[in-house]
């Protein structure tokens, strides 16, 4: 019976432990209810450490807006060469955004310029 009972605490530990870890994952990608996403190579984005193309980032975006109450999405254009987004990725985003009534902004440094549909 002992046996039994620690076997299920130590169960309990490890799924709230996973349970913390998988929101910290999430927490990172959200920061002032803004999903931040960053431009990766051939038209894909990465956000949560996962990379993804149009189709696949619209169905995280709206599991985001869903679960974490996202208003917006920002697409991070940063300086160097690899993650400076491309006129098709910054559309997509403002089209994902439209469609799903969610602001769209892209970020240089720590300016937010907002994204609209082009």
Same mark, same amino acid.
């Given at each position: 019976?002992?046996?039994?009972?620690? @076997?299920?605490?130590?169960?309990?530990?490890?799924?709230?432990?996973?349970? +913390?870890?998988?929101? $910290?994952? &999430? /927490?990172?990608?959200?920061?002032?209810?803004? /999903?931040?996403? %960053?431009? /990766? @190579?051939? *038209?894909? #984005?990465?956000? *949560?450490? +996962?990379?993804?193309?149009?189709?696949?980032? +619209?169905? #995280?975006?709206?599991? !985001?807006?869903? %679960?974490?109450k996202i208003t917006g999405i920002v697409l @991070?254009?940063?300086?160097?060469k690899d993650s400076k987004a491309t006129d098709e990725?910054? &559309?997509?985003?403002?089209?994902?955004?439209? %469609?799903?009534? !969610?602001?769209?902004?892209?970020? *240089?440094?720590?300016?937010? %310029?907002? !994204?609209? $549909?082009?």
């Amino acid at each position: 019976m002992k046996t039994l009972l620690g @076997k299920s605490k130590t169960l309990l530990i490890v799924l709230a432990l996973g349970m +913390f870890l998988a929101g $910290m994952a &999430h /927490a990172g990608s959200i920061r002032d209810g803004k /999903a931040v996403v %960053t431009p /990766a @190579k051939e *038209d894909r #984005y990465t956000i *949560d450490s +996962f990379t993804f193309g149009k189709a696949e980032l +619209f169905g #995280y975006i709206s599991d !985001l807006k869903e %679960t974490k109450k996202i208003t917006g999405i920002v697409l @991070k254009n940063g300086s160097s060469k690899d993650s400076k987004a491309t006129d098709e990725q910054r &559309h997509s985003i403002a089209s994902i955004g439209n %469609t799903l009534q !969610l602001e769209t902004f892209t970020q *240089d440094g720590k300016e937010l %310029t907002p !994204l609209a $549909m082009e």
